[in-house]
């Protein structure tokens, strides 16, 4: 979900209309079935060996940098041009990347990761543990302003990492943390060279299975296969960037043949539909793979009232909204934030209740409540899914006045400056880097700024929680409190909708990443 506009989210979902309004009016007063979702196919088979796989991106900021752990960082690069010490593997496990293991002490205070030998830079420089350190503290340092130092300057003191040999580096943290190597997952945390860290940012040096040709801020670059990477060969020979604006001129690029890969874009069904009738091009769906998010900002009235937080909650149905704004194309969320792939997911949850809503609005003297929703072309979903909830929050009486945005200054103007908007996030956080990113006090991040000491103490107790059983517990308790008293109503997980060549083998996304290593192309009698 990192661009200028909004963390761990690089500019991803272009302006689309989506779902015409009449239709989905229509589609909420029941008076017909939404229709089915589009259709999508995988193209089987193993991919030729070579070729140039060409992406098509939307465009970033002109200060766009290849640095990883700058909230300017150029997203679609960073998987290709780097490994990080720990990763999340398809089960959605922790699972070795860099780091070939990693073990802490019995209070969970210092912990210890194991290098792996035998990696080298695209420079031919050996990976060392100086590499790793020195990735921590440029995360960590001042100047690199870093999305993630919020979440890592509280535990990690970059003045006392050591590196007792080549491939050992020993983490003190300041407080105990059993979940400490799920915070290295974060995009942010790719391992640079020591001493990198003002070049890194236009030599794109790494450990990953491609290294860098070139590569023009908001614009196109070239990335070749690195024959030595540690896990082998990639399958391609290469991969082209192309950066496109406009959401129709990506897709008719797809469908004419030019581009073979819509990244981080998110189809409207209507394109998808056209895209996976074509020819040339198809559709991928990746299961769940962001959450929308309606946050109510609960420093601004009325929902600095948590009974008004917890009847706009109980006001709606959540599978009403996924049915509508997605097509089905995603799952119900019932406002917990925690995907329900995560480990600690837990499935509890209040049902829709407008009734209760009404009676908890008529007590905080909010009877008959009308507030304002910001929405945009930013994304395709936004508008279907702003239209839904106000169809839905009715039945509780509560008045949901739409309002549109401009694409453009979306999350300058408006995310986190108005009372209640649309948004979402990319899953594939753990756990305590969701809740300490967006939902713990003081998180620059936390997008409802909500504030609560008892939440925040909740989340230390589970981190110093060496039994994994019991720490799992404390998370399902954290999730029962942000979904209790948190700002930030969650209807659904979708399904993101892929535009991808026929041609391409292979594709497989995990959590916002996609397999550099075993994606290709199909080009013999193609």
């Known amino acids: 979900m990192s661009d200028i506009h909004h963390p761990g989210r690089r500019s991803v979902l272009a302006a689309g209309a989506g779902l015409g309004a009449s239709w989905l009016l229509t589609g909420c007063t029941g008076a017909s079935a939404a229709p089915a979702g589009p259709p999508t196919r995988a193209s089987g088979g193993d991919p030729d060996r070579g070729g140039t796989l060409r992406i098509a991106r939307p465009p970033a900021s002109?200060?766009?940098?290849?640095?990883?752990?700058?909230?300017?960082s150029a997203y679609e690069y960073l998987g290709a041009l780097y490994n990080r010490l720990v990763r999340i593997g398809a089960d959605g496990r922790l699972a070795p990347d860099l780091a070939e293991s990693w073990e802490r002490d019995d209070k969970a205070r210092t912990w210890t990761f194991r290098i792996r030998r035998g990696v080298t830079f695209h420079d031919g420089r050996s990976l060392t543990s100086a590499d790793a350190a020195h990735t921590l503290r440029h995360i960590l340092d001042k100047k690199t302003a870093s999305p993630q130092a919020a979440v890592l300057a509280p535990l990690v003191d970059p003045e006392k990492l050591r590196t007792p040999d080549a491939h050992t580096l020993v983490v003190p943290l300041k407080t105990p943390n059993a979940e400490f190597p799920s915070l290295l997952t974060h995009y942010n945390c790719y391992v640079v060279p020591?001493?990198?860290?003002?070049?890194?940012?236009r030599t794109g040096i790494g450990t990953g299975p491609f290294k860098l040709e070139s590569f023009t801020p908001a614009g196109p670059g070239r990335i070749t296969v690195f024959k030595d990477h540690w896990q082998g060969r990639p399958v391609?020979?290469?991969?082209?960037?192309?950066?496109?604006?406009?959401?129709s001129a990506r897709s008719n690029a797809l469908l004419a043949g030019q581009v073979d890969l819509l990244s981080q874009t998110n189809l409207d069904f209507a394109t998808a539909r056209v895209v996976a009738a074509s020819d040339r091009a198809t559709v991928t769906r990746v299961k769940n793979a962001q959450w929308y998010v309606l946050p109510m900002l609960t420093t601004e009235k009325p929902f600095t009232d948590v009974r008004v937080r917890q009847a706009m909650k109980l006001a709606y149905?959540?599978?009403?909204?996924?049915?509508?704004?997605?097509?089905?194309?995603?799952?119900?969320?019932?406002?917990?934030?925690?995907p329900p792939s995560d480990p600690a997911h837990i499935t509890a949850h209040p049902e829709h209740d407008p009734d209760k809503a009404r009676h908890l609005l008529k007590k905080a003297g909010h009877e008959g409540l009308a507030v304002d929703l910001y929405t945009s072309s930013y994304d395709p979903v936004f508008t279907p899914m702003a239209l839904t909830y106000q169809d839905s929050a009715k039945r509780a009486g509560i008045r949901i006045r739409v309002k549109t945005a401009a694409a453009d200054s979306y999350y300058t103007q408006i995310w986190m400056k108005k009372p209640l908007m649309a948004t979402y996030w990319f899953t594939g956080r753990p756990v305590d880097q969701l809740f300490t990113q967006l939902f713990r006090s003081g998180s620059s991040y936390n997008e409802t700024a909500w504030s609560d000491k008892d939440f925040d103490a909740l989340l230390d107790r589970a981190r110093r929680?060496?039994?994994?059983?019991?720490?799992?517990?404390?998370?399902?308790?954290a999730q029962t409190f942000v979904v209790e008293k948190g700002g930030a109503m969650t209807p659904m997980f979708a399904d993101r909708l892929v535009g991808i060549s026929r041609k391409v083998r292979g594709y497989a996304e995990h959590g916002f990443e996609f397999d550099y290593l075993g994606i290709g192309l199909q080009q013999k009698g193609a």
Not at 317 to 338: F, I, M, R, S, Y
Request: zero cysteines; glycine letters at 10%; aromatic letters at 6%.
């Open 62 to 72: 002109d200060a766009e940098t290849l640095d990883p752990a700058s909230s300017l």
């Open 194 to 201: 020591d001493g990198s860290s003002r070049s890194i940012g």
């Open 236 to 247: 391609l020979d290469a991969i082209d960037f192309y950066s496109v604006a406009d959401m």
């Open 317 to 338: 149905d959540p599978e009403h909204v996924v049915k509508v704004a997605l097509q089905g194309a995603g799952t119900a969320g019932w406002d917990n934030p925690v």
């Open 465 to 477: 929680e060496t039994d994994d059983a019991r720490r799992r517990e404390l998370y399902g308790q």
